[in-house]
């Protein structure tokens, strides 16, 4: 009489395994991806201006930022269709070719060519979008109610380890290509005294983009190895049941949703902000003549951003089990303050004019040194963690039906906002985003408590549905058994 039970919970386990498994397998993959664009990120301005110190006819010096405008360009336009095109192939494919445009991009500049780089930002735009849509398909076709909650909050904080990879990757690259014995003139302009900006020397530069683009191609093998079935009982199955064209209307139905108009603000803030904490801010480091001899400053931005987002992914997955709506209201408010404490340290730390062009300037009140460094990234990434996770779960939450629709919405409005951004870096200066990024946290949070708090009702409301519909099925089901 006891069999059943062991074989129960044996079912139960294997299960459990194989979700595991799928889950890791996923993780992996992220983290390989992002391992090099996340790193090339920091450095992407820095880079493409020493190279055009170098040869000034080979990619204009601000390259670094309008690359990525084209990046974040691609990606708004592949976010209208990438959902329709989960459903019209599957989340295995869309991971599979997300891989492929994310390696296409480090490799070219193994043979740095404008026309090359312009087009593998875009493709990596493209393999952001892709990336996105494939992850949550594949997330909900092997995650139960049950799981869904752990699978993701396991899934972000491995993912955010891609920083921390990243930094090491590029403080012993660093500390190879700086010895003089292996690149003398690089060494000398690199770690000279002050007057030159930190610059970066050809084998740095390939080694670098060598090992990204290595470590990137290890996510196309994994895709390719990803399990396929879905898991018993998961939330959303991988079987196609919206047609190509059926998806594009509900992308269309979702775009103009009054939902999505409300949390506009947030979505542009989460776009802007990250252009300021990857890009622009970590340029700064680099262009400040002051930290020429701080060459290790980049790999010590990345850790810390890689620490500060694993620190704050495992504390909002902590409090949301013990305090009800905690990833709302709460982390919306925690991440906003945080931002502008970022603003504020960035103001003070940074010279005014550093996110153009190198600048022997002095800052408001003090130069960064490397602790400094790595507590300001600590607090910038835990302030993306925050403002990425409220979006998560507000598009889940607001729009239960149209997920994947709500997501890619979310997304076109947050990489509209850095591709602007990017767009227009080069006209801007320190200022600008120290003081436009808090007054957007302001009128973000009004928006989105407002929206919150009408899901919050909505839930309630389909909550207190569901009781009664049970209690009317179990009245039911009492009558018939005393009937009979």
């Not at 139960?12 to 996340?38: H, K, S, V």
């Not at 089990?321 to 940074?350: N, Q, W, Y």
């Amino acid at each position: 009489m006891d069999t059943p039970k062991p074989s129960t919970s044996s079912g139960a386990n294997t299960t459990r395994r194989f979700e595991m498994l799928c889950i890791m397998m996923l993780t992996f993959g992220q983290l390989c991806i992002m391992t090099g664009y996340d790193s090339q990120s920091f450095i992407l301005e820095s880079v493409i201006h020493s190279i055009h110190e170098k040869e000034p006819e080979r990619i204009s010096p601000y390259a670094g930022y309008y690359g990525q405008a084209v990046c974040y360009l691609a990606y708004v336009t592949a976010c209208f269709f990438s959902p329709s095109f989960l459903y019209a192939t599957s989340a295995k494919t869309t991971l599979l070719i997300s891989s492929i445009c994310f390696t296409s991009f480090p490799l070219g500049f193994l043979f740095t060519n404008s026309y090359y780089y312009y087009f593998s930002s875009a493709l990596n735009g493209i393999g952001f979008a892709f990336y996105y849509t494939g992850n949550g398909g594949y997330i909900t076709s092997h995650s139960t109610r049950k799981t869904i909650e752990s699978n993701v909050s396991l899934s972000w904080c491995l993912g955010c380890c891609c920083m921390i990879v990243g930094s090491i990757i590029m403080a012993i690259i660093t500390a190879v290509t700086q010895a003089p014995e292996i690149l003398e003139t690089a060494a000398k302009i690199t770690i000279g005294g002050h007057g030159i900006e930190r610059r970066f020397g050809d084998s740095e530069i390939y080694l670098l983009f060598s090992v990204f683009a290595a470590i990137s191609s290890l996510a196309i093998f994994i895709f390719m190895l990803l399990p396929s079935q879905d898991v018993a009982n998961c939330i959303e199955s991988s079987d196609k049941q919206v047609s190509f064209t059926d998806g594009m209307k509900l992308m269309a139905d979702t775009l103009v949703s009054s939902k999505m108009f409300k949390l506009a603000p947030t979505f542009l803030l989460t776009g802007i902000h990250t252009s300021f904490w990857l890009s622009v801010f970590p340029t700064t480091l680099t262009f400040n003549m002051h930290n020429s001899k701080l060459i290790y400053l980049p790999a010590i931005y990345g850790f810390g951003i890689g620490i500060g987002e694993t620190i704050m992914g495992c504390i909002i997955s902590t409090l949301s089990k013990r305090i009800t709506d905690f990833g709302l209201k709460p982390t919306m408010l925690i991440g906003c303050v945080l931002t502008t404490v970022f603003c504020t340290v960035a103001l003070l730390s940074t010279p005014y004019n550093a996110t153009t062009t190198p600048s022997h300037e002095d800052p408001l009140l003090f130069q960064p040194s490397r602790v400094t460094v790595f507590l300001v990234a600590v607090i910038g990434g835990m302030s993306d963690c925050c403002l990425c996770s409220v979006r998560s779960v507000i598009c889940a939450l607001a729009m239960p039906k149209r997920r994947a629709q709500a997501f890619s919405v979310s997304k076109i409005y947050q990489s509209l906002g850095s591709c602007v951004i990017f767009f227009i870096s080069p006209f801007l200066n320190l200022y600008h985003y120290v003081f436009g990024i808090p007054v957007l946290c302001f009128f973000a949070c009004i928006f989105f408590f407002r929206q919150a708090g009408q899901t919050q009702v909505m839930e309630r409301k389909l909550t207190q549905e569901l009781e009664e519909s049970e209690k009317r099925w179990i009245a039911k089901e009492l009558e018939a058994m005393q009937q009979a």
